[in-house]
């Protein structure tokens, strides 16, 4: 991954959607000009090498847990659950902890979750103050399709759930994740990645992102907007990909393969990373059950 990833995680992005969100921007994803973002002077950003992935205590169970995403402080984890009494349609789930260096507590299901009804991808905005996430509930345009829940702080409750009609089509819609510095956001629609910005006209499926018959999940997009990590079984086994863009009106380029979570095994989805670089969430299927792993440096 190596540049690539460097790329995707300017500190200077970070702190500029912290700012606009000190400032008020918006509750939804943060966002504030329409202007082209760039990414000049990402290759003078070095990191190190990634530790060993590791479980996280309360998402890695005999259960099928995936779906994970962290809070921009990382302090809250967000992940679905398979739940076998309700014919394995999926639960959000949310467990929190005091610092980025202890352990996470037990998850409580989120009450957001239906019986009869799958919720799962939940994606935060840059702020925390919106989640969303996909469900089949009743009311829905088609199969599954994008909510947000919204709150004060992250001690308050979440609202109920409103339907998100934007990027809603006849197609299943899952994954809607927002960039932090435009209108901009990517979406799972069907197995393919959609593309379209906030409050605008349905997704359009990105052809450089997609490929035929790939079914293509996971999407998650740095705050710049520049770099999008996703999962894909274009190579047979589900893995995880990477692409970067060099402004937010330039295609995106050839996905590549993250080859740096590797010597875990198994199949591999769901990534996250945190703003400064430091932090990748992502699923696993190698002790047998899907778990979430955390790998920091």
């Known amino acids: 991954m190596g540049c690539r990833l460097l790329l995707a995680v300017l500190l200077g ?20 000009s329409n202007a082209p973002t760039t990414d000049a002077g990402a290759d003078a950003f070095m990191l190190g090498a990634w530790g060993p992935p590791m479980k996280v205590p309360g998402a890695s ?10 809070s921009s402080d990382g302090l809250e ?39 009869g009804s799958s919720e799962e991808t939940p994606r935060f905005s840059p702020n925390d103050k919106t989640l969303y996430f996909a469900s089949d509930r009743a009311g829905g345009v088609g199969g599954l399709d994008i909510y ?3 709150r004060q702080n992250a001690q308050s409750p979440w609202s109920a759930p409103q339907n998100l009609a934007g990027p809603n089509t006849i197609a299943s819609e899952k994954w809607f994740m927002p960039c932090g510095m435009s209108n901009d956001y ?13 409050g605008g006209a349905a997704p ?35 893995q995880i990909y990477t692409s970067h863009r060099t402004s937010t009106t ?8 993250v080859n740096d979570f590797t010597m875990l095994g198994g199949a591999q989805e769901d ?27």
């Open 77 to 115: 984890l967000v992940f679905a659950v398979a739940n076998a009494a309700d014919a394995n349609r999926k639960d959000l789930y949310v467990a929190t902890r005091t610092s980025t260096t202890t352990p996470f507590g037990t998850p409580s299901k989120l009450a957001l979750s239906l019986t």
């Open 186 to 198: 990517l979406v799972i629609v069907g197995g393919d990645i959609g593309a379209g910005t906030v």
């Open 61 to 70: 169970s005999t259960a099928e847990e995936d779906d994970g995403t962290l």
């Open 271 to 297: 990534p996250w990373l945190a703003t400064d670089g430091r932090t990748f969430l992502f699923v696993s299927n190698i002790s047998g059950t899907k778990d979430l792993y955390i790998s920091v440096r």
């Open 204 to 238: 359009t499926i990105v052809a450089e992102l997609s490929a035929a018959g790939a079914n293509e999940t996971g999407t998650f997009m740095t705050s710049d907007c520049l770099t999008t990590y996703f999962a894909s079984v274009r190579s047979g086994t589900n």
């Open 250 to 257: 330039t295609a995106w380029q050839a996905p590549t393969l």
């Open 148 to 150: 947000r829940v919204t």
């Open 13 to 32: 992005s970070g702190c500029s959607a912290e700012l606009m969100d000190a400032m008020g921007a918006s509750s939804d994803a943060g966002i504030g």
